[in-house]
């Protein structure tokens, strides 16, 4: 279940967590933000600037398989070659201001990886 009008609990103004996820289209390297809050609720900003929130942290991650996005925290070595790149060099994009729309621009990176497939999905 997803929705863009959950609005924030009390005291839910900073993100208790937050996990980055990214996908393969070719050979950009495209990354969404989760953000998990202390009500258990989620909320995912993806490339296209929507930032849609969830009731909870599964929703938003089904939501992100779904997309063909996987979790960064669980790519290995080999993952992130077929990704062209080094598992060390797949560093989440951070805006100097903190702001989404900073951000946003940041989520689509070219790769040297020209890939077979279109998405990337583990």
């Known amino acids: 279940m997803r929705s863009k009008n959950l609005t924030p609990e009390h005291g839910d103004t900073e993100p208790a967590q ?23 609720r989620a909320d995912v900003l993806s490339s296209d600037g929507e930032l849609v929130r969830y009731p909870d942290e599964l929703d938003a991650r089904a939501a992100l398989m779904d997309a063909r996005y996987a979790a960064l925290d669980g790519l290995d070595e080999d993952d992130a070659v077929a990704l062209g790149r080094e598992l060390d060099d797949l560093q989440p994009p951070e805006a100097e201001s903190g702001e989404d729309a900073e951000l946003v621009p940041l989520l689509i990176e070219r790769t040297d990886a020209a890939r077979k497939s279109d998405t990337y999905g583990i």
């Open 18 to 40: 937050t996990h980055w996820w990214l996908a393969s289209l070719g050979n950009l390297l495209v990354w969404a933000r989760l953000r998990v809050y202390p009500s258990g």
